[in-house]
Nanobody, 115 residues
Framework: QVQLVESGGGLVQAGGSLRLSCAAS????????MGWYRQAPGKQRELVAT???????NYAGAVKGRFTISRDNAKNTVYLQMNSLKPEDTAAYYC?????????WGQGTQVTVSS
C-alpha cells in the first residue's frame, strides 16, 4: 500500500513563495511519475506539474516560470517550489504518484494566497 503525505502549505501574501513536500512510502516502483494537482472549491482538480523518475518535467501553462517541481528518488519525495504566488493559486494541493497505471493520492495541503 502506498501512502503520500504532503506538507508545506499555508497562508502567504501575493508575490511570496512556498515550498511543498510530499513523501511517499510503501510499495514504490523505480519507474513512476510524481506530481502535484490542485483543486479550488467548486472546480475540477487540475494538473500543476509532474516529474518522472528520470527527471522529465511537465507544467501547466498557468504556473510555468513560477513553479519548479523536483524530486529526490532516494527519499521518494517530490517538491514543488512556488514563487511569485498569485491569489488564483489558492487551492488544495494534492500529491500524486502514478505507477503501472495506478494512481495514489495524498490528502492535500491548503495553499492560500492573499491579495
Amino acid at each position: 500500500q502506498v501512502q503520500l503525505v504532503e506538507s508545506g502549505g499555508g497562508l502567504v501574501q501575493a508575490g511570496g513563495s512556498l515550498r511543498l513536500s510530499c513523501a511517499a512510502s510503501g510499495s514504490i516502483f523505480s519507474i513512476n511519475v510524481m506530481g502535484w494537482y490542485r483543486q479550488a472549491p467548486g472546480k475540477q482538480r487540475e494538473l500543476v506539474a509532474t516529474i518522472t523518475n528520470g527527471g522529465s518535467t511537465n507544467y501547466a501553462g498557468a504556473v510555468k516560470g513560477r513553479f519548479t517541481i523536483s524530486r529526490d528518488n532516494a527519499k521518494n519525495t517530490v517538491y514543488l517550489q512556488m514563487n511569485s504566488l498569485k491569489p488564483e493559486d489558492t487551492a488544495a494541493y494534492y500529491c500524486n504518484l502514478r505507477q503501472a497505471f495506478y494512481d495514489s493520492w495524498g490528502q492535500g495541503t491548503q495553499v492560500t494566497v492573499s491579495s
